[in-house]
């Protein structure tokens, strides 16, 4: 019998009988076995044979008719619903695929946060040990590159700084990229050397950190 991802073992009978009259294994109003027979022949339930030639007769593969048994109608209906069934098996196919892939991602986005979330929380324990603790700056309305990308207003030349990640509102979107645009309230998440607080809120918000007023 031709193999199938479909789960259904009455599809697969049914797809494998209309291959074999696509095969001319059968000929145009020739009756084949009964129920009974398929039955045995596919080591399954006469209930599962009888949803296969069902689905069968509702493309117009077979005819059963009561006391003449089973007909095989026409080899282009046959053809027709082999190739109806791959369509639709490829495409219950892609879509598990696209399902199993957005929810690895969606896994990955969350392990990424939590991670963020993590070096964020203790980086007030460990700014003294490293000059690569990521700092947070809120964009005011006074900052003159609202509307502009982070590639536009070449931030990483003017600051020194990387954006690893940009928080809008309770979104924290993870490594924004050179195209993601500031908005007034959004919060940048930057990394760079000790002064990376002060020159980013000097170039972004033009004025000097609190910490350097002590």
């Given at each position: ?201 000097k170039f972004i918000n033009g004025k000097d950190s609190d910490l350097d007023s002590d």
């Amino acid at each position: 019998m031709s193999k199938s991802s479909l789960s259904a073992r009455y599809q697969q009978i049914a797809l494998d009988i209309a291959q074999r009259i696509v095969n001319k294994e059968f000929s145009i109003g020739e009756k084949i076995h009964g129920r009974s027979v398929l039955a045995s022949m596919y080591n399954v339930s006469p209930e599962t044979i009888r949803k296969a030639v069902a689905l069968l007769q509702d493309m117009d593969v077979l005819q059963v008719n009561q006391g003449s048994g089973i007909v095989i109608n026409s080899i282009d209906k046959a053809y027709n619903f082999i190739q109806r069934f791959k369509y639709l098996d490829s495409v219950s196919s892609l879509k598990h695929d696209l399902e199993k892939l957005i929810e690895q991602k969606k896994q990955i986005d969350e392990e990424l946060e939590k991670t963020l979330n993590s070096i964020i929380e203790y980086s007030d324990k460990l700014k003294n040990l490293s000059p690569y603790n990521p700092v947070e700056v809120e964009v005011s309305e006074k900052c003159p590159y609202i509307g502009s990308s982070i590639s536009e207003m070449k931030f990483w030349q003017n600051t020194g700084g990387t954006v690893v990640a940009l928080r809008k509102g309770d979104n924290l979107i993870v490594s924004p990229g050179p195209y993601a645009v500031l908005e007034e309230g959004d919060v940048i998440v930057v990394v760079g050397g000790n002064d990376i607080l002060k020159d980013v809120e000097k170039f972004i918000n033009g004025k000097d950190s609190d910490l350097d007023s002590d």
